[in-house]
């Protein structure tokens, strides 16, 4: 056991920042990559989830309800070992992590996209139609702009969730911040201060996003 | 200019429309009267499609909208609609809101569509209000917008959807005057109504509609002062 002052002295907090340093990179690249094809997955499957085709909507809920009813962990598993073994695909571990978070975002988004779209009011696409714009081009120019501005919140929430998700890629040995932190306990075997600081490492970035957030919401009166 | 027949229009078993017949001739004002839920909203929702006909025919200007093969977008840019609640795009300015059709229906220059646009705003009196967004206009101000941003397609028809039913009455003349205005022009109208001054006045024929069927038709004066249907006489005893 170590005292109070021992553990304040110790010299691990200095000796974990380049670690975290190096990590934190991996972790918010890997975050916004996966999160912006997440988005162009999200917007095509949400707007599928609104279609009249049943085949259309069909594929688009099975794809939802998949990833929204399985771990995260568990979809890593299967991209990485189980897909990439009996198919022969070799993927990267950062690759694998960018896959799995815009597969797993991307269903998440589709949801939010979809809620956003509906809560425009009838009408707009009404009044775009009766001008003679077509439902695509309505689409593009009333609703989503419109929809957009109610998406950023719970956009921005997500964003938040999938950069806590990276960390279960340390199982892949995928080296984002939370892999190296672990590697830092086994080599050194002091488990206080590197956990430490993967926690403030986390806090660090998701708390300014969150004060940002707040900001546009507020902002954007939504 | 419109001749509809026989026209059916149903939502799942709900039958809304049993079979209209109606003609509206080129630079006729047309008003529908009739009760709440008589289906005087869903007839006129029928003549640009924004409700899909069950069955019976509809001919605008030529163009029968049963055929499968009609270009609905062109269709819809030649018959302007009005509606109740305005539907402007919040997000675009006021001239945007009536520069959007021509700029991407008629590939129009944004030069001429800005001319024409502030003509228009003009000609319903809001040339001051071109770069705010709808939400600071009062509602009779959206509902010029909304019929300036009709008239900015250049229609042949334009249908009013009840266009001052959600207005406060002290707005509700300004909105008359500018349909009035319209009509003088010689401009094709059919107007779902409760303001029975204007149909009285402005209408060259009144369709009086009740359960989905037009119950009588004519001339205002005629409807007005000597409706003949007991339909006709209970409802106008209401309301006038």
Redesign the interface.
């Known amino acids: 056991m170590l005292g109070f002052i021992d553990i304040l002295n110790s010299p691990h907090w200095a000796n974990t920042l380049p670690f975290i340093w190096r990590g934190l990179q991996l972790t918010l690249y890997i975050t916004f990559v996966g999160v912006a094809i997440g988005f162009v997955i999200g917007s095509f499957v949400g707007l599928a989830r609104l279609s009249k085709n049943k085949v259309v909507y069909g594929i688009a809920t099975v794809y939802i309800e998949l990833i929204r009813g399985t771990p995260i962990l568990v979809q890593a598993l299967v991209l990485y070992f189980a897909i990439a073994d009996t198919f022969g695909i070799n993927f990267t571990a950062t690759t694998a992590g960018i896959i799995a978070i815009a597969i797993n975002a991307g269903a998440y988004i589709a949801e939010i996209v979809r809620g956003g779209v509906e809560s425009i009011d009838k009408g707009q696409m009404e009044a775009g139609r009766s001008i003679g714009l077509s439902s695509a081009q309505t689409m593009r120019y009333i609703i989503w702009p419109q929809a957009f501005k109610r998406m950023i919140p719970p956009l921005g929430n997500q964003f938040i969730i999938s950069l806590k998700d990276t960390s279960i890629f340390a199982i892949i040995s995928l080296g984002e911040v939370t892999f190296l932190m672990r590697q830092y306990v086994s080599t050194t075997a002091t488990t206080f201060e590197p956990y430490v600081m993967l926690c403030l490492a986390y806090l660090v970035i998701t708390i300014p996003a969150m004060i940002i957030l707040r900001t546009i919401e507020r902002r954007l009166d939504v | 200019m419109i001749k509809v027949t026989d026209l059916h229009k149903s939502f799942g078993d709900l039958e809304v429309l049993k079979g209209l017949n109606a003609e509206v001739k080129e630079k006729e004002v047309v008003c529908v009267i009739g009760p709440s839920g008589s289906g005087k909203s869903t007839f006129l929702r029928c003549l640009?499609l924004?409700e899909e006909i069950t069955s019976g025919e509809v001919i605008i200007d030529g163009e029968r909208l049963t055929d499968p093969k009609i270009n609905i977008?062109?269709l819809?840019?030649?018959?302007?609609?009005v509606?109740q609640?305005f539907?402007?795009?919040?997000?675009k300015t006021v001239l945007e809101n009536v520069t959007?059709?021509p700029l991407?229906?008629k590939d129009m220059k944004a030069e001429e569509a800005n001319k024409l646009a502030k003509e228009l705003l003009q000609k319903v009196g809001l040339s001051d209000k071109a770069d705010v967004y709808p939400k600071s206009l009062s509602g009779g101000q959206k509902q010029r917008v909304?019929i300036a941003?009709?008239l900015?397609?250049s229609p042949k028809v334009m249908l009013f959807d009840e266009p001052t039913s959600a207005l406060d009455p002290e707005l509700v003349g300004d909105v008359l005057e500018a349909m009035k205005d319209l009509a003088k022009e010689g401009m094709t109208m059919v107007v779902v109504t409760h303001e029975m001054g204007f149909a009285k006045e402005m209408g060259d024929r009144v369709i009086f509609m009740d359960e989905g069927k037009i119950m009588e038709e004519g001339d205002p004066q005629v409807i007005f002062d000597n409706p003949q249907h007991p339909r006709t006489q209970s409802f106008l005893s209401k309301v006038l």
Do not use: D, I
């Open positions: 640009n924004l977008n062109k819809r840019s030649q018959v302007g609609m509606f609640h539907n402007l795009f919040p997000h959007l059709g991407k229906v909304a941003r009709a900015a397609m």
